[in-house]
């Protein structure tokens, strides 16, 4: 199974800080890289798909970068509603897998 | 809009049996791939079983394989997993999502339901 590691395990920030979160794989995965974005008790919501490309209707303040193993999630001037856990998924090969998960939570 | 909405978890006991239940409305569910993803505290988000448009294509996580059954009712709009013979690791909320995009480009899940509660103890 490819493995995706994911850091940090979580984050403190305050609203209008720029915040980072990587994501790499066990093996590469070209562009087969997702981003969600969970908070407690909602449905998981998709925020980037095949690394870079922004789900219609999300933010322009995310955007998702990298290639092959090696992965980034960035906000650019973090809101009070983005607050939550932010999980990798490969979809490169089945058993699709997440990565560990990065709660972000208010410095 | 497209929605998902899971029913059917609740506390059972080892080696028992559930069938959980997804219902979709909002979009062409017979044209759609559909997926089950379960959470723990532990594992964190867990990929379970993918079942084709047309239900003639499944595949489960080796976690699962032999225990879980995937299936589909077109003409209902909904999503099912017969879970048999089921263990305490497999204590965890229950996601149903739709599979985005193709096997060329990529894929992704959008949207999501919010979850049903699947609890295995004595």
């Known amino acids: 199974d490819i493995q995706l590691t994911q850091s940090p395990p979580s984050l403190s920030a305050s609203v209008g800080d720029r915040v980072t979160i990587t994501c790499r794989a066990s093996?590469?995965?070209?562009?087969?890289l997702n981003w969600y974005q969970h908070k407690p008790g909602k449905a998981p919501k998709v925020l980037i798909y095949v690394a870079s490309s922004l789900q219609s209707g999300v933010p322009s303040r995310f955007s998702g970068s990298g290639s092959g193993t090696d992965f980034t999630l960035t906000i650019s001037s973090l809101q009070t509603e983005d607050f939550a856990t932010y999980y990798c998924q490969q979809t490169y090969t089945i058993p699709y897998t997440f990565g560990q998960g990065t709660k972000l939570g208010i410095k | 809009q497209m929605h998902l909405v899971e029913s059917g978890g609740g506390v059972v006991q080892p080696g028992r049996s559930l069938r959980l239940s997804c219902a979709a409305s909002?979009?062409?569910?017979?044209?759609?791939?559909l997926h089950w993803v379960r959470q723990t505290p532990d594992k964190g988000l867990e990929w379970v079983a993918e079942?084709?448009?047309?239900?003639?294509?499944?595949y489960y996580a080796d976690s699962v394989k032999g225990r879980f059954t995937i299936s589909r009712d077109n003409l209902k709009s909904t999503l099912y997993l017969q879970m048999n013979s089921l263990r305490a690791e497999d204590t965890a909320m229950y996601y149903c999502?739709?599979?985005?995009?193709?096997?060329?480009?990529?894929?992704?899940?959008?949207?999501w339901g919010q979850g049903t509660l699947v609890t295995v103890s004595s």
């Open positions: 079942i084709s448009s047309d239900g003639s294509s499944k």
């Open positions: 093996q590469s995965i070209g562009n087969y």
């Open positions: 999502a739709r599979d985005r995009g193709n096997d060329d480009y990529g894929n992704w899940f959008d949207p």
């Open positions: 909002g979009f062409t569910f017979s044209s759609s791939t």
